[in-house]
Every structure is written in C-alpha cells, then in structure tokens.
C-alpha cells in the first residue's frame, strides 16, 4: 500500500529527479529497506557461478549507479544487488533531460552516458555493504577513453574492486556511450578477455559479458563461444535496445521482452558452459518461469521494480513457492537438478 502513494509523487516529477529523491531516501533511511521489503526464504536460492543468490531475481545494474544505498537494496529481498556503471574517472553523462518513461508499456527510455561518481569515490562505499546477497559491480570505460586504452582502464577497475564485489559485469553493451557497442567485437573482446584473466588473482571472481539485444544472432553466438573459450563465467542478457522512432538511448521494460527473450533463447541452445543472467523486461513469474523453461536460471529487474515497487518481489516469492507446493518439490536446488525436458514438462502449465 505504501509505493503506490508514493509512485504517485514520484512519477509526477520528471523520471531523472525522481530516480535521484529515490536514491536519496534510499541511502538515509536503510531501515525503511527492511520495512518494506521481503524475506529470503532459503528454499528459493540459487547457485549461479561461485555464488548463492538467496533469490532467483536480483537487482540489475543502472538503479544505484554509484553503491549509495546498498543496505537498502540488501534489504528488499533481492537475490542479488548490482551497482554501476562504474569508470575510472567521474562522469556526467550526457546532457539532461535523458531519461523518459512510457507509463502504458511499462518501459523506460534512458540516454545516461555512464554517468557516475568514478572509481575513488564509489570505492570505500563497497565496504558498506551488508554482505548478506552478492555484490555485482558493472564496469565500463570513459567516454573519451580509446579502446586501446580502455583494456588497462578496465583492468585497473578490477584489480581495484576485485576484494570487495562477488562479482564483475563487462559492459560493453551500452548504446548510449558513442562507439561502445563497436567494441562487441571478437578481436577487441579476445585482448580484453586474455587481460582479465592475467589480472585476476587468487580470488576467480565471476565474471560477466552484458550484451546488447540488437546484434544479430550469429554474432550473439560468436560471442557466447568466446566467452565460454575464455572461461568467463557466463553472460548477461540483455543490455537496453535502440528503438529509433522513440529517440536516443535504450528502451528497457516490456518494450525490450520479445528481443531479449530471443537472445537469451538462443544464448541457451548453444549448451555452453555458461551461466546467463537474465534480463530485460522480465516483468511478472511468468516472465521468469518461461527462462527456466529454455534451461535459465535466475534474472534482474530494473524497470519493473521502478512501476511496481517493491511488492514485486512478494509477488515473484508468492508465486514461486506456490509452485515448488504445487508440484511437490523441496526446493530450486532440487528442481534445477532435474534434466531440461523433465523441468520443460513441469513447467509447461506455467507458461
């Protein structure tokens, strides 16, 4: 009862301003994150790469660009909390207004630009984290960094982070950063990789490739195979997409489900050894029953959190439990030990 009162102020104020009152309430009040937020319940974690989500949605990256409130997001009942993206340098983004909402399709336009704080400030922020769900951290490079330059760029970011996060997401995927997506390339992305994995040190750290949904399916499988080469351990799937009869920027929300939905299904059938993150207007239980469905495993939200509030996390925990009852199974773990057509014959009256 309480977000719709207060959706209502909020979606009266242009949606930059409103995402900023959020993270500000947010960040001085994390007791109100406990207040009205949901309770993990251990039948519904998830193991994904050296991780344990105690939920199967976690909370993607973009909401709390620069690690101010994660005590706040800890508390919701996330499965997992997500910041960035983070650069090396402060960044303002591009010009205002660059945020747009479309309240009837529930989707959301954004031009940001990776703005944020840069790497010195958000650092010491890391540490105030609770510890209780896994730590993602999104990692871009600057605007007017080349890409040459940006695999040092990236790997400073790492060797930086590397202690405090549980996780690394590459982004590369943006649209919004001028000739950033160019870099979803297999030469750029082989040198890239190859310097991660020489970085890292005793921690292995899980790291993540985020996508674009706009690529075409051969090269999302290009990618895939590289990542899996690499030994990443998966891929997140996916970033916003270019809607050019809109504007500038990417569209999140359930304007992007049929196009990120396609990439992840195609992600899957390849059979790598990879974990994939879904995301990309994952909006309601069926949304995530239908991953399973095609072999995934756990998603984040963003947009929907934002017109849903945070009961959409009691209706995802509801319906999730209200399965694991139905069909008479202890747990995810279990369920997610069964073979693909065997859960593929579960879910079916799901979908």
Same mark, same amino acid.
């Given at each position: ?109 954004? =031009?940001?630009? &990776?703005?944020?704080? #840069? @790497?010195? *400030? ?8 609770? %510890? ?94 590289? =990542?899996?080469? &690499?030994?990443?351990? #998966? @891929?997140? *799937? ?8 809109? %504007? ?102 799901? @979908?």
């Amino acid at each position: 009862m309480f977000y719709p009162i207060l959706k209502t102020l909020l979606f009266s104020l242009p949606p930059e301003k409103a995402h900023d009152l959020t993270l500000q309430v947010a960040r001085l009040s994390p007791t109100l994150g406990h207040l009205t937020g949901t309770k993990l319940d251990s039948r519904l974690s998830v193991q994904i790469g050296a991780n344990k989500w105690g939920f199967p949605v976690g909370l993607a990256a973009g909401l709390d660009k620069n690690a101010e409130a994660l005590p706040f997001f800890a508390a919701q009942g996330f499965g997992c909390v997500e910041c960035g993206t983070v650069t090396m340098k402060p960044q303002l983004g591009n010009p205002r207004p660059r945020m747009f909402r479309y309240p009837e399709e529930q989707s959301i336009r954004n =031009a940001m630009g &990776f703005p944020n704080h #840069g @790497l010195l *400030a958000i650092l010491p922020r890391l540490k105030f984290h609770p %510890g209780t769900i896994p730590l993602g951290v999104n990692i871009g490079k600057n605007k007017d960094t080349t890409a040459d330059e940006s695999i040092d760029e990236l790997c400073l970011l790492f060797e930086s982070m590397e202690y405090l996060v549980d996780y690394f997401v590459i982004n590369v995927s943006s649209p919004n950063t001028p000739g950033l997506r160019e870099l979803q390339e297999k030469s750029y992305l082989s040198e890239l990789f190859k310097a991660l994995n020489e970085c890292r040190r005793d921690t292995h750290r899980d790291v993540y490739l985020k996508i674009a949904p706009d690529l075409p399916i051969e090269k999302v499988r290009e990618l895939a195979k590289l =990542a899996s080469d &690499f030994k990443l351990t #998966g @891929l997140i *799937a996916t970033n916003t997409t270019i809607i050019p009869e809109l %504007g500038i920027g990417g569209v999140s929300g359930v304007l992007l489900r049929d196009k990120s939905r396609l990439v992840r299904q195609s992600i899957l059938q390849e059979g790598l050894p990879l974990e994939l993150i879904g995301v990309g207007g994952i909006s309601e239980p069926k949304d995530l029953f239908e991953f399973w469905y095609h072999g995934g495993k756990v998603a984040q939200i963003y947009t929907a959190y934002v017109y849903q509030g945070p009961h959409i996390l009691k209706t995802f925990k509801k319906a999730l439990l209200d399965f694991l009852s139905s069909e008479g199974l202890s747990d995810l773990e279990n369920f997610f030990k069964l073979s693909l057509p065997e859960r593929q014959r579960i879910l079916k009256p799901y @979908l």
